[in-house]
């Protein structure tokens, strides 16, 4: 694949953070991030590897990745961990 030099914003742990549904997308998930990591050569925040406690998955993850990638599968806005910013999103 082609390749370039991502260079993270200040603050910033990851380039980029995958957001998918297990059920759906946990194998494309896999494969992105595995893809986007030899291209970026940069960290990417796939929560089945980076996410040890789902309480921190903003402040860990989200907070802390230059892009946040969204695998729009059909049950992917159901998730309990995505209830917050969508809510937050529906009332701005």
């Keep these: 694949p082609p390749t370039c030099a991502w260079e993270l ?3 910033k742990k ?3 953070f995958l957001s998918h ?7 494309d998930a896999r494969y992105l991030h595995d ?3 030899r291209m970026a050569n940069a960290h990417t925040f796939l929560d089945s590897t ?3 406690d ?3 998955l903003f402040a860990q993850g989200v907070h802390r ?3 946040l990638v969204l695998l729009a599968t059909r ?3 159901t998730r309990p961990s995505l209830a917050p910013p969508r809510d937050r999103a529906r009332a701005d």
């Excluded at 549904?21 to 194998?27: D, N, P």
């Design 35 to 37: 893809l986007f990591v």
């Design 14 to 16: 990851f380039a980029c």
């Design 65 to 67: 990745s230059d892009v």
């Design 75 to 77: 049950g992917v806005l």
């Design 54 to 56: 789902l309480r921190q």
């Design 21 to 27: 549904y297990k059920v759906e997308a946990g194998s």
């Design 9 to 11: 914003s200040p603050g």
């Design 50 to 52: 980076d996410l040890v």
